[in-house]
């Protein structure tokens, strides 16, 4: 048997199928709706559709209170995303849309204008890690006033790999553990500016001169070990930890979320905290900041 743990970007759920939902309750007022994908709605309804004030959980653990308005999430709402973001504003067509704050997992804030879900107009950011507070712009998403040094080529897209030492049986080829757009033997000083570059678009409020976390000899180590755990718990599950690294480069807490057995759960937390990091630094200096893990364990045989 073979484990294999793969990196994959977290995806959000947005809007509802509620013409084919099923409720429990009267077809007026307040009622629980079984929506389609596994998720519920809880509050008013018009003919059978969520219409008014209500609560949306997702199957993606995506949780939505406030104005509804025939099925579709619009008006003002406070949101709890999957990947621990949190939102409380406006809301258009199931996005953040108008005004609006977003506190962000891995440190940080933004408050200030949205659209279609990514930040677009003005608005204030509090800086993950130093708490500096500053006026920013945006425009779809990407940062108009920052001064950014000038992008870089993009590089071939290329894939590392970390393999298993055994190969299959009938097999001279090594087994791929995980994969990764960046070496995964490689610490922060070690990874190319491009690199350093996915790395940091990885952190919504980080300042243009901080530097992240890091594992200081890349994270390989730590995926070698969770390929174990998944291969002895059998995982087919999404998995996402988070560790905060203090300024004196030693692990303040871990938090693991998304593999349904709580012992494997509470193991891969072990494991991420057991790895040495660099912390990251604001401003020059080191400061307290969350490194993140995004992955998907599978089992092959």
């Not at 013409?19 to 059978?48: C, D, F, H, K, M």
């Not at 953040?96 to 933004?110: A, I, Q, R, V």
């Not at 897209?157 to 087994?175: M, T």
Request: charged fraction near 20%.
């Amino acid at each position: 048997m073979h484990t294999s743990a793969f990196l994959f970007a977290l995806g959000m759920a947005f809007g509802c199928s509620s013409a084919l939902a099923q409720g429990v309750g009267s077809a007026a007022g307040e009622v629980t709706l079984r929506l389609p994908g596994g998720g519920i709605y809880i509050g008013t309804v018009t003919n059978g559709v969520p219409d008014g004030k209500g609560y949306f959980q997702d199957a993606d653990g995506m949780q939505y209170e406030g104005e509804v308005h025939m099925g579709r999430r619009t008006g003002l709402a406070e949101a709890l995303f999957p990947n621990g973001n949190r939102y409380k504003g406006e809301w258009k067509d199931g996005k953040p849309d108008g005004n609006g704050t977003m506190t962000y997992m891995l440190g940080g804030s933004y408050e200030g204008r949205w659209r279609e879900g990514v930040r677009d107009g003005r608005g204030v950011m509090t800086f993950a890690g130093s708490g500096r507070r500053a006026e920013v712009g945006f425009v779809d998403g990407e940062r108009i006033d920052a001064k950014m040094p000038a992008p870089e080529p993009d590089p071939p897209k290329q894939q590392y790999a970390l393999r298993d030492a055994n190969a299959k049986i009938g097999s001279h080829f090594s087994h791929k553990i995980s994969t990764s757009a960046i070496p995964l033997n490689a610490g922060w000083e070690q990874l190319t500016p491009a690199q350093q570059r996915m790395v940091r678009d990885r952190y919504p409020a980080l300042d243009e001169a901080d530097e992240p976390p890091y594992p200081v000899k890349g994270p390989q180590t730590f995926y070698a070990r969770l390929a174990e755990l998944s291969g002895k718990y059998q995982l087919n599950e999404d998995l996402r930890i988070y560790v905060l690294i203090g300024a004196d480069g030693k692990v303040a807490s871990v938090t693991s979320m998304g593999i349904e057995d709580p012992e494997a759960r509470r193991l891969a937390g072990v494991l991420a905290g057991l790895v040495q990091y660099k912390p990251a630094r604001c401003g020059g200096q080191p400061c307290q900041m969350m490194v993140p893990f995004n992955m998907r364990l599978s089992v092959t045989y």
